[in-house]
């Protein structure tokens, strides 16, 4: 069945630092790749989205590109904040459930001034 | 604008006591509604999710039920609860659950079973 690997956390970086959190797949078919994250007390939020191969969701600073041959969607950002700490969950739809997001286990990120 | 609204935010239950978590969508008609759990240490797991009145699909089979009431109501149940069914409920909706669709997720119930 389909499924989605992230890296392991907790990610400790200093403000200004690069981001880079590893997402690869596992999938039937050509799935919609998305990154959402969660705030500390607060629901998930979409961060970006990528529906088809090649294409590069954007937001925030924030980047991921959907890699077709290499099943990934990594998520970067140059230069992070410290109001990015937060856990980022990467995320698959399933055409088998209702098109539910079927989700990594999360990567919490940590950065300090 | 499109709202979607859960509650309790909070709650302490004993084990072997009943549950009833509630998720209203307002602002728009006939979503997809889907009920996730995340637990300590763990990732989000779908529960059950919901293509319309009456009509509930699960994916996890336990000791949970879920119902839809109402085209923009969606409930989780249980009749007995576990300690492992400790834990924090996001309910989502979609517009038409296509491959595509962002979820929105309201703002979460944490439950702790003793």
């Known amino acids: 069945g389909n499924s989605v690997t992230q890296m392991e956390g907790p990610v400790t970086l200093s403000e200004e630092a690069f981001l880079t959190i590893n997402c690869t797949y596992t999938?039937?078919?050509?799935?919609?790749l998305f990154w959402y994250v969660q705030y500390p007390g607060e629901g998930l939020q979409l961060l970006l989205k990528a529906t088809k191969a090649d294409d590069k969701g954007s937001n925030k600073g924030f980047e991921a590109t959907y890699r077709k041959e290499t099943t990934s969607f990594h998520l970067e950002k140059g230069s992070v904040q410290v109001s990015d700490s937060a856990v980022y969950f990467c995320a698959l739809s399933d055409r088998n459930s209702g098109y539910a997001l079927n989700f990594g286990k999360g990567t919490s990120l940590l950065v300090t001034p | 604008s499109q709202t979607i609204h859960q509650w309790p935010a909070t709650l302490v239950q004993p084990v072997g006591s009943p549950l009833s978590l509630e998720c209203t969508v307002e602002?728009?008609?006939?979503?997809?509604l889907y009920w996730y759990r995340q637990a300590a240490g763990r990732g989000l797991q779908l529960l059950f999710y919901?293509?319309?009145?009456?009509?509930i699909s699960s994916e996890v089979p336990q000791n949970l039920s879920a119902s839809r009431p109402q085209d923009r109501q969606f409930i989780l149940s249980s009749k007995k609860l576990l300690l492992s069914d400790s834990g924090f409920y996001l309910c989502?909706?979609?517009?038409?659950?296509?491959?595509?669709?962002?979820?929105?997720f309201g703002p979460g119930t944490r439950l702790l079973v003793l």
């Open positions: 999938a039937t078919g050509y799935p919609s």
């Open positions: 602002g728009t008609s006939n979503p997809n």
């Open positions: 989502a909706w979609s517009v038409t659950g296509i491959a595509s669709e962002t979820q929105y």
């Open positions: 919901s293509v319309g009145i009456g009509q």
